[in-house]
């Protein structure tokens, strides 16, 4: 265990560094739900959305978990360009852990989407949200979770794959379907029936359940307990699938 956190505290550090080396990556990460919020949010103001809470409180979790889910989604891209110049390859040679080499990779994806988060946050309050602060932190926390979820699985597809025009399609048929049932931009509760049915059947739907209650204040309901269990257990699955191809695909 020590030599596994001391691995991980290296890889994590390797790519922080390349991160904090490029502010682009850090700032403009945020720019597409900035401009959700800033163009779509006041579409929504007085209009019956069929949830507590006001349509801050509504759009800004979906929001953070967009954040989360298309960025983590397309990380995978840095892998194979790493690839494609060899570095995977001396990692390979050296005696760290193949549980570090993604961990850290994970570690610093949630980090830097949590930090994007507070960005997104800030700009939502001087626009009008009042949620509390323990469900704003619940946010960033179900933020971070999915983050590394989604992040280790793309390094995983990444790893299987040659070439980005191979990676892209694959990530796009998921991304898509993902955030039109999840309920990203407005509640299920507004779809018909059929399709509020079919959304049950997508985990992340939970996730952002949970935060729209957190954002109310609502932290004893069932769709906090509900996103509490299906993030854990989607984090387990996909650091287990992760650590499994990272190890046989020798990386």
């Keep these: 265990m020590p030599a596994l956190l001391s691995d991980t505290a290296l890889v994590f550090g390797r790519y922080a560094r390349q991160t904090l080396r490029s502010k682009f990556q850090m700032l ?8 959700y919020l800033l163009f779509f949010g006041p ?3 007085d209009l019956p959305l069929g949830s507590r809470g006001d349509s801050w409180q509504v759009l800004v979790p979906g929001l953070l978990l967009q954040l989360g889910l298309f960025g983590a989604t397309f990380s995978g891209f840095a892998i194979i360009i790493e690839k494609q110049f060899g570095v995977v390859e001396r990692m390979r040679v050296t005696p760290v852990s193949r549980l570090a080499l993604l961990l850290g990779r994970v570690l610093r994806d949630a980090t830097l989407f949590v930090f994007q988060a507070v960005l997104l946050v800030l700009a939502a309050l001087v626009m009008g949200l009042r949620a509390p602060v323990a469900g704003v932190l ?9 983050t590394l979820s989604l992040a280790a699985l793309s390094y995983s597809l990444a790893l299987k794959v040659s070439k980005p ?7 796009n048929a998921v991304s ?7 309920g990203l931009m407005l509640p299920m509760a507004l779809a018909p029936g059929w399709l509020d ?8 739907r939970y996730l952002v359940d949970a935060v729209r209650a957190a954002y109310v204040g609502d932290y004893a309901s069932g769709a906090v307990l509900y996103g509490v269990v299906t993030a854990a257990a989607f984090a387990a699955l996909s650091v287990m699938v992760g650590t499994r191809v990272f190890r046989t695909a020798g990386a």
């Design 138 to 146: 619940i946010g960033f926390a179900f933020v971070g979770v999915l």
């Design 43 to 45: 579409l929504l103001t």
């Design 165 to 171: 025009h191979e990676f892209g399609p694959v990530v």
């Design 197 to 204: 049915v079919l959304s049950h059947f997508m985990p992340f």
């Design 28 to 35: 403009f990460g945020v720019l597409t739900p900035l401009l």
């Design 176 to 182: 898509m379907p993902s955030t039109l049932l999840s």
